[in-house]
């Protein structure tokens, strides 16, 4: 009795709300009805232990803001095989610090139109070789008793054009055409053409697919085989939030909303991030807030900051839990390829004034490509210009650019726009690759250095730390992706290759690269966990050095302090950091005085002071 009051209290919270915007929305009292009756039915399903956890996870809201947070994301079959390999190897994620595991995406999918498995063909059926919905089940209890989370890929702005609905589509049957976006005459697809932009250029371009067989175009933003939902259709956003539920009950702590930007289309318009994606995503976190509280949302909004700010909605009417900080990202390579850290520091200047609420997730790079978003207007002032830069930045990262030690390859190399983004993985941007190819201990060095700074500086930011999986012992790009005709095509798998468990081994070997970057990443994280200065809540700001190629970041908590400095140029330098004050490095223990600190090229210093 009283837990079914928990459910009536939660949704009298919302109800006007939800009402209100669902009405506006869809105008459908029937289908708003049938949303609330089946909001119900999957709190009556929900499991004991899952209402525990919501009831323990509502006490405490900031829980996924705690300093032990930490995020790896990867692929299941590239980690362990399957759901059950990767049930077993939960020990040595917790070895990594682990206690967040976001799983690509998992459900079903048709071979080599996959897009990773970005187009789902049954939201209710996990891909075969991958499991079954009771192995992932059964995984996130055991992660759960672990202490563990579980983040999901939650794709809704588009199905694989093999879902049910998508071939009912294709067929002829009015009700399901309506669920996407269907044109017989080319005069609409060719009006959305004229301002809505592309998002794969060279592996897919254009925006629309033409059906002979249906004699229609539909919408596909992204590859032709991922057809674009309308959530015009009240049915589409009803059915998806029945997904979405579904896998709240199956355990899930965070839904990553896979390309939220693009979930409403509206002609004329760029179609992205219009007002109606913000109520659908406000709706759902409502939703969440009534039928399971332990489930969070996280907002894939890859965007400059003015854009991605508002998917955290407002303090009173929260939208995301957690967004990425990918403007960050991209400006971490950046100055690391023009060693010049002016436009780092105003970035992260920007993040710490905003709310404290606004949870960030931080990485270096994920299993998508590094878009070159920076802030051009800045930078013009600096003299760089937009397309002459990213050229350069993508001739510095493939290596081309005259001592760059990095290796990676272009993703969408569009030759209108010039715009291509950038693949590769964390050690093989450092020059761990080449340095390796070259067996030159001295290069060898200077990578693990560079990637151990990167990281260092990853874990100083305010927010989530997400490594990518393999990142962790250097994993290097994996060209073999080239010879696989259902991958080939997408140089996004360059940094997607399988987990090496061989090498993996040599992670307590201290003198192998594996184990110096895990060794180095594990103390860092130790050091996160545990010291007050790491706090959800310190103050962070950043101090000048008077060197624009050294950065320092400071982090403040009841009077405790440190200092993140951070060279992202190839010379050693000498930098102040504070005046008059003594302190101690927080790696090697040792006394440091803060009026002039030390920092080799490419490297980086924690000091508590
Ligand atoms: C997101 C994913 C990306 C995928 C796209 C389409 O951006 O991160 O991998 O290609 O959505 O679903």
């Not at 939660?10 to 929305?25: C, I, N, S, T």
């Not at 089946?38 to 829980?63: G, I, V």
Request: aromatic share 12%; proline share 4%; net charge negative.
């Amino acid at each position: 009795m009283a837990k079914m009051m928990t459910f009536e209290e939660r949704l009298k919270k919302h109800h006007d709300e939800l009402r209100w915007l669902y009405m506006e929305l869809y105008d459908n009292s029937d289908m708003f009805y049938e949303l609330c009756t089946q909001m119900e039915r999957f709190y009556q399903e929900r499991s004991s232990a899952l209402k525990e956890r919501d009831l323990e996870k509502e006490a405490d809201p900031a829980w996924f803001k705690k300093q032990d947070m930490m995020g790896m994301m990867l692929y299941i079959d590239n980690f362990a095989g399957n759901l059950r390999g990767v049930e077993r190897k939960l020990n040595y994620l917790q070895e990594c610090s682990v206690n967040t595991i976001h799983l690509m995406p998992f459900l079903d999918v048709t071979k080599g139109k996959s897009d990773g498995g970005y187009a789902v063909s049954d939201f209710r059926k996990v891909r075969e070789d991958l499991g079954t919905i009771e192995d992932l089940a059964h995984l996130t209890g055991k992660c759960h008793e672990k202490g563990m989370n579980v983040c999901m890929d939650f794709v809704m702005n588009h199905t694989s054009e093999d879902h049910e609905w998508a071939k009912r589509a294709r067929a002829g049957e009015g009700e399901y055409m309506s669920r996407y976006f269907f044109y017989a005459d080319p005069s609409i697809p060719q009006a959305y053409e004229r301002t809505v932009p592309q998002v794969f250029p060279t592996t897919a371009p254009g925006n629309f697919t033409w059906l002979p067989d249906a004699g229609h175009y539909v919408m596909t933003t992204f590859y032709p085989y991922q057809w674009d939902l309308n959530y015009r259709n009240p049915r589409v956003f009803n059915e998806m939030m029945y997904n979405f539920l579904f896998f709240a009950n199956l355990g899930m702590d965070i839904i990553r909303i896979d390309a939220v930007p693009y979930i409403w289309k509206e002609l004329g318009t760029p179609c992205r991030n219009l007002p109606q994606v913000h109520t659908i995503v406000r709706m759902m976190r409502m939703i969440g807030e009534i039928v399971c509280p332990a489930t969070i949302l996280l907002g894939e909004v890859v965007m400059e900051p003015a854009k991605v700010v508002p998917y955290f909605g407002t303090v009173e009417k929260p939208e995301c839990h957690m967004l990425y900080n990918v403007t960050t990202m991209a400006t971490i390579w950046h100055s690391l390829a023009v060693q010049d850290t002016e436009l780092l520091k105003k970035q992260l200047d920007t993040v710490c004034a905003l709310p404290k609420e606004y949870t960030f997730l931080n990485y270096l790079r994920c299993h998508d490509d590094i878009g070159w978003g920076l802030d051009f207007a800045f930078l013009q002032t600096q003299g760089m210009e937009e397309v002459a830069h990213k050229r350069f930045l993508n001739d510095y990262y493939t290596g081309r650019f005259p001592g760059s030690e990095s290796r990676g390859q272009l993703y969408n190399d569009d030759p209108v726009t010039q715009d291509a983004r950038f693949c590769g993985t964390a050690a093989s941007m450092c020059g761990l690759e080449t340095a390796l190819a070259a067996q030159d201990k001295e290069r060898i060095s200077q990578a693990i250095g560079l990637d151990l700074m990167l990281h260092a500086y990853m874990l100083i930011q305010s927010g989530i730390p997400m490594i990518y999986s393999g990142d962790e012992i250097g994993q290097l790009n994996d060209y073999s992706y080239q010879d696989d005709p259902d991958k080939c095509q997408d140089s996004r798998y360059i940094h997607r290759g399988a987990f090496q468990w061989e090498l993996a081994k040599k992670r307590k070997n201290k003198t192998s690269p594996q184990g110096r970057i895990f060794q180095g990443l594990d103390r860092l994280e130790q050091i996160r966990k545990q010291d007050l200065v790491f706090a959800e809540d310190a103050a962070v700001y950043t101090v000048p050095t008077g060197h624009h190629g050294i950065l320092c970041v400071i982090r403040e908590k009841d009077g405790r302090r440190m200092a993140g400095v951070f060279n992202f140029t190839s010379h050693d330098a000498s930098v102040p950091v504070w005046q008059d004050a003594q302190g101690q490095d927080m790696l090697t223990g040792g006394a440091a005085d803060l009026s002039e600190v030390p920092v080799a090229g490419h490297g980086f210093r924690w000091i508590v002071f």
